[in-house]
């Protein structure tokens, strides 16, 4: 079959992770007799750079025309890069909110695994690790926080910043049912994560979350407050299977997830609207200060890739097989900087991308 992917490498360690990406991919092409297609596709400061603005319409048209959008990572170092001399609505983060949005990408999937191979890069102790982890974080990509409305003012010599919360009842029912469909496909259990205790915001994601679980009877439902759920992931995180929540509890909850899992270069994520159209891209950002110095691991945008192939292509076995080769490398105890541990053998990110792209059978 014949398939279009938009490529956006972004800025700092994007164009090489995504380099390594397509390395795979190509394989997966060759042994499984398919056509990839790619248009590359401007955003962040790249697109900045070339035209004046984070994201273009002709970008948005170039991702919409394609079966599926891989990404690299967007953004640079905010205290030396000219981008963050703009607006803030001008600067590299706010192309990927706006392509999020314009995409209407409202559920991100971000599975946390723990390889058995990667024990020792895992932070946490040995008891508290027990047979390993498998979790999905299932964030709220569209609303929330990063889409209501902000402003600064100031009044007398006094600046005051607004930033609004707001989410309604469709947008909570929406992604909460994602939940539970995968949750179905998995170990039927659901922690939504929330903050009702303060929030009107969270009080009504719990009421509305409660309302989808009457549909789902053979899913178990849990509700957990955000702070505490930031203890239990470190406490005992075997407990978690899917972990539901809104926009800005999952970007925060995910770093956290990812770091347990070893390092937030592991960790893959999509972003899916109600067709077949996705977005992936590795769950960490740009690391402008490893940039250009093949030291990046590119394994959280290959198994990126492997959600694409997976979700928007419905190739699972190519979607096994990518996943199958990450594995046998990690067994065969190459390593990328930041997995390191004694014993092993330290590559770089295009060594780590040839060994995968070997491993595919
Ligand atoms: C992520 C990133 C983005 C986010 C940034 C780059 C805007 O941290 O995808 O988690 O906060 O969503
Ligand atoms: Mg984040």
């Known amino acids: 079959m014949e398939y279009k992917i938009a490529l956006i490498p972004g800025d700092g360690i994007g164009p090489e992770i995504v380099a390594e990406a397509r390395k795979v991919l190509d394989k997966v092409c060759e042994k499984y007799s398919h056509k990839f297609s790619y248009t590359e596709v401007l955003l962040g400061g790249a697109s900045i750079d070339a035209h004046g603005v984070p994201l273009t319409e002709e970008a948005i048209v170039q991702a919409k025309a394609s079966d599926a959008v891989l990404m690299g990572s967007i953004g640079g170092d905010a205290k030396t890069s000219p981008w963050y001399k703009l607006e803030p609505s001008r600067r590299p983060e ?13 559920a991100n999937l971000r599975p946390a695994y723990l390889y058995n191979e990667l024990r020792d890069a895992c932070p946490l102790r040995d008891e508290i ?23 600064t003012t100031e009044e007398n010599g006094v600046r005051t910043a607004v930033d609004t919360l707001s989410y309604n009842e469709n947008e909570i029912r929406r992604i909460a049912i994602k939940a539970f469909e995968i949750a179905r496909k998995r170990r039927n259990k659901v922690t939504s994560v929330d903050k009702a205790n303060v ?17 789902y009877p053979d899913v178990t439902l849990e ?26 509890f999952g970007d925060i909850l995910s770093d956290e997830a990812s770091m347990v899992t070893g390092s937030i270069g592991m960790l893959s ?65 190459f390593r990328t900087g930041d997995i390191m541990s004694d014993g092993c053998k330290l590559v770089g990110t295009k060594e780590m991308g040839d060994l995968i792209a070997d491993a595919i059978a």
């Open 94 to 106: 706010a192309g990927l909110l706006a392509i999020r949005k314009a995409l209407n990408l409202f």
């Open 129 to 151: 690790i027990g047979d390993g982890f498998d979790m999905i974080i299932v964030r709220e990509l569209t609303g929330g926080l990063y889409f209501g409305a902000r402003k």
């Open 199 to 215: 929030l009107d915001s969270s009080r009504l994601w719990r009421s509305v979350v409660e309302d989808v679980a009457k549909d």
């Open 223 to 248: 509700h957990m407050l955000v702070d505490n759920c930031a203890m239990q992931l470190v406490r005992d995180p075997k407990q978690f299977d899917v972990i539901l929540t809104e926009n800005m």
């Open 269 to 333: 994520s999509a972003s899916l609207n109600e067709t077949k159209l996705g977005l992936y891209e590795p769950s960490h950002g740009s690391a402008p200060d490893i940039a250009g110095q093949n030291k990046a691991n590119p394994i959280a945008t290959i198994l990126s890739a492997a959600m694409m192939l997976r979700y928007s292509l419905d190739l699972d076995k190519e979607a096994d097989a990518v996943e199958a080769a990450v594995q046998k490398v990690l067994t065969d105890g």
